[in-house]
């Protein structure tokens, strides 16, 4: 079964297909070999449109007759060595068998707010402009090198994690991966300023997602 794509995740497969596919040529050839059908015969006449225009249309395609599974793992087949596709591909893996939870869930439990509040308590800990360190709050979260990440970057990198992290909703082990992130990093610290922020941050998320996964819970009983 199909997970649908949320606006960040087109964005990221969009990208994914166009690295991977730079002519209209190899795209088709991706859905020739996976489908059986050409791509004019699916969305009509190629010529009209521009590379961009048509895988925007490829994954509206996909997405519209359920088929977004199918064709992710038909362009990674035609191009195994694109790591931006392999990478995308992975992470749709994993939100397809971990999540216990809807993604709306993670979506209402996790505010602009909230979010931007808990970035900048992390921009604040010592060594997180390090790559290795940023990485290491991700112990205890599966399939994490499959991540796509900024590595110069440190405030990109961790929008980036967050943003992926809370699109997979609760793990089979029945945690939170923003909640794993957060107790990493307080593991990290010694009394400060900064923890009691992280903290008051944790307690926020994790209030909400007790509320909205109990809601969530409730509708379906």
Known sequence: MDAK??????KQLHD??????PSAGALEQAI????????PKIIGDISSFSLNE????V???AEASGQTTE???AARKVNPGNLKLHQFANLYEIKLLNPTTTLSVSKRALTPQLRKMLIQALLKMPLIDTFDYRRSLT??????????????DARTDLEMIIDQLSDLGRLKSGRWPLLIIIDNALAHMKSSSTEKELQRVQQKIAERYEKYGESEFDSKR
């Open 5 to 10: 794509l949320t606006q960040q995740e087109s």
């Open 16 to 21: 994914a297909l166009l690295e991977a596919f």
């Open 32 to 39: 020739y070999y996976q489908f059986g059908e050409h791509l």
């Open 54 to 57: 048509l895988v925007y249309k």
């Open 59 to 61: 994954i509206q395609w």
């Open 71 to 73: 064709m992710i793992e």
């Open 139 to 152: 112990i205890g979260i599966p399939y994490t090198e499959s991540l796509m990440r900024s590595p110069h």
